[in-house]
């Protein structure tokens, strides 16, 4: 199983720009970087998913190095509804269980 | 993205009852289904995987007759949590399965059930 290490908590301000790192380094070659996040009472929402390089959607970029052993979720210009915990899972889903073992997260506080 | 609808969202009940939560995909079908616990500022821990129209597969420690699993439709899973006690409070969640679009396949999960067991 490809283990993922996060901070667990990181502050930040209303604007800023927040990266947050999750490190996979057993990751296998089929397997998908996804990130998720939860508020609390609720369940986790899929933000981005990459295999490789650099992939951006409406909400967040997610950066990942040649030998894809790290991974970066850049939340451009957060608010105070971004306040919330971050999970990096790594898998294929077809066989592997990897991105089905939540790690601890990180948690992310916005302050105004 | 992909809906997934859970209900209750919340339930009470006193000790000793059965309580069953449903899991659904509203616009995918969903072979398999995954569901999980997490307690209050904890991370979440995959319970067991549920197949379609076969038996689920449980963890390791978790009580696969407490916690009855059934898939019987591609896009309908339910978690029966029998004979109910205090301990087994906890928030439970359920995520399917979507291989639909570009990328890996991705999971949705469904709003959570809290479960509160007096």
């Known amino acids: 199983l490809a283990k993922t290490t996060q901070p667990i908590s990181m502050d930040s301000y209303e604007g800023q720009e927040v990266n947050i790192t999750c490190s996979h380094n057993?990751?296998?070659?089929?397997?998908?970087i996804t990130w998720y996040q939860q508020f609390p009472s609720q369940g986790p929402r899929f933000i981005i998913q990459g295999y490789k390089t650099k992939v951006t959607n409406e909400v967040a970029s997610l950066f990942i190095p040649a030998d894809r052993k790290s991974s970066t979720l850049s939340l451009p210009r957060v608010s105070l509804s971004d306040t919330a915990v971050y999970y990096c899972?790594?898998?294929?889903?077809?066989?592997?269980?990897?991105?089905?073992?939540f790690g601890k997260g990180t948690k992310l506080s916005v302050k105004p | 993205g992909a809906v997934v609808s859970q209900h209750p969202s919340r339930v009470i009940c006193k000790s000793g009852t059965s309580v069953k939560i449903e899991c659904r995909s509203l616009d995918f079908q969903a072979t398999t289904m995954f569901w999980y616990r997490q307690f209050p500022k904890q991370s979440l821990m995959l319970m067991a995987t549920?197949?379609?129209?076969?038996?689920?597969?449980?963890e390791q420690g978790v009580e696969k007759d407490k916690f009855l699993i059934n898939h019987a439709s591609l896009t309908l899973s339910t978690l029966t949590v029998t004979s109910a006690h205090p301990e087994d409070s906890s928030f439970y969640i359920c995520?399917?399965?979507?291989?639909?679009?570009?990328?890996?396949?991705?999971?949705?999960f469904g709003s959570g059930t809290q479960l509160s067991v007096l």
């Open positions: 995520s399917a399965r979507d291989a639909g679009g570009a990328g890996g396949e991705k999971l949705f």
């Open positions: 057993n990751i296998a070659t089929n397997d998908y």
């Open positions: 899972l790594v898998g294929d889903y077809g066989g592997s269980q990897g991105n089905l073992i």
């Open positions: 549920s197949n379609e129209g076969s038996k689920a597969t449980y």
